[in-house]
């Protein structure tokens, strides 16, 4: 009865969004081993999967008006997903596919206007709630910008790549590369290749730490020193080394990569887990 009631809710939201008249996708898709991308137009004030109570799928939404949706359970059922965004509302049906061809995995809600600077945060699954604050009271240390870019100079020159860390989207591949702790301050090292002809301008880079315990705010990692090349040409491939203050890291914790492209807005996103660091920038 309960599949039958869901049903129908589903053929329900997909009636009127085709009676509204919007150009809106009537479902979302996830897969396995995969990150969903859903791109609003303006800020997110409610995000809503199932009844609120659903714990199939876990998300997090990050600068406001960005969210990333990925299955936490095997063969996760179909069921609704309400978003409201600015003045709009949106009814959907979020499912599970067990192959996807990754471009299916974005989706742009509003036609993908830009949306205002805002805060980022994140969110357990099926939760409903107005779009809370980043925790960014990390403090940007006083850096000895020589001794500091030296370092940076000399770690970025090390070619150790680990390709399990890498994802590649509109031709650009970022590759995490390795990462080391040195004097309170975290050094992050990432190849990006561009594999096409055209030039990628990088707008910007935005690093955060998910705590395993904190289920509803991400962390922001202010960057006090960036090493390398924001303009990439065709076929280029440089590395590129972030300075943050160290955070404490658990083994259960993921560090999250988003950058930027100056001319579509549209984001690359790289989760790594603690398993890519050195063990010794890992508290138990």
């Known amino acids: 009865m309960k599949q039958l009631l869901l049903g129908v809710f589903c053929c329900c939201l997909l009636s009127w969004s085709h009676a509204s008249g919007q150009a809106q996708p009537d479902s979302i898709i996830t897969t396995k081993g995969a990150v969903t991308l859903i791109t609003c137009g303006s800020s997110i004030s409610t995000f809503q999967i199932g009844d609120g109570k659903n714990s199939d799928y876990d998300y997090r939404i990050v600068d406001g008006n960005v969210v990333f949706i990925r299955p ?4 996760p059922r179909p069921t609704n997903l309400v978003i409201r965004e600015g003045d709009n509302i949106f009814y959907m049906i979020l499912a599970y596919r067990e192959k996807v061809e990754l471009s299916k995995l974005k989706y742009n809600l509003s036609g993908g206007a830009a949306a205002p600077k805002t805060t980022a945060t994140t969110g ?4 409903e709630r107005s779009t809370p604050t980043v925790e960014d009271n990390t403090p940007l240390p006083d850096i000895d910008t020589v001794t500091v870019g030296n370092i940076a100079a000399d770690f970025m020159k090390q070619r150790k790549v680990q390709r399990q860390y890498e994802t590649t989207s509109e031709d650009i591949t970022v590759t995490f590369s390795q990462a080391m702790s ?6 992050l090292c990432f190849r990006i290749k561009n594999q096409s002809g055209t030039p990628y301008q990088v707008e910007k880079v935005t690093l955060m730490h998910k705590v395993h ?10 960057v006090a020193y960036r090493r390398g090349p924001s303009f990439f040409g065709g076929r280029d491939e440089e590395n590129v080394v972030f300075v943050t203050p160290a955070p404490v890291l658990k083994k259960s914790d993921e560090l999250i990569f988003i950058m930027y492209n100056a001319a579509t807005k549209n984001q690359i996103v790289l989760y790594v887990p603690m398993g890519g660091l050195p063990k010794y920038m890992i508290t138990k």
């Open 72 to 75: 936490v359970v095997a063969n």
């Open 124 to 127: 357990g699954a099926g939760a």
């Open 182 to 187: 040195l004097n309170n301050l975290m050094y």
């Open 213 to 222: 315990t904190d289920t509803t705010t991400l962390h922001n990692l202010p």
